[in-house]
Nanobody, 117 residues
Framework: QVRLVESGGDLVRPGGSLRLSCAAS????????MGWYRQAPGKQRELVAR???????NYVDSVKGRFTISRDNAQNSVYLQMNSMKPEDTAVYYC???????????WGQGTQVTVSS
């Protein structure tokens, strides 16, 4: 079993920066994808960024050039550096581990990010 704990959510002004961290306990494999999702009030949860097996990264278009995902396999951790933040980035951000064999997803409890002046 994998347990994910996010941290780093906060209130930040537009244009500001935050760094989210996710620490995983339990066995994480290099073949697991690790990523960040977010859910704003009244909206569906959406993928923000992920690192797939092999190190390739994917980002939703709205955060490209502003957010950077990184992974530390030795620490079983994944990070999300968020720069030039906008009010529309306001959401609960969830850490995710996607395992392919067998197919299973692990989720953290979420951390609130609010961008407001």
């Amino acid at each position: 079993q994998v347990r994910l704990v996010e941290s780093g959510g906060d209130l930040v002004r537009p244009g500001g920066s935050l760094r989210l961290s996710c620490a995983a306990s339990g066995r994480i494999f290099s073949s697991d994808d690790m990523g960040w999702y977010r859910q704003a009030p009244g909206k569906q949860r959406e993928l923000v960024a992920r690192i797939i097996s092999g190190g390739r990264t994917n980002y939703v278009d709205s955060v490209k050039g502003r957010f950077t995902i990184s992974r530390d396999n030795a620490q079983n951790s994944v990070y999300l550096q968020m720069n030039s933040m906008k009010p529309e980035d306001t959401a609960v951000y969830y850490c995710n581990v996607h395992r392919r064999f067998p197919v299973i997803d692990f989720w953290g409890q979420g951390t609130q990010v609010t961008v407001s002046s």
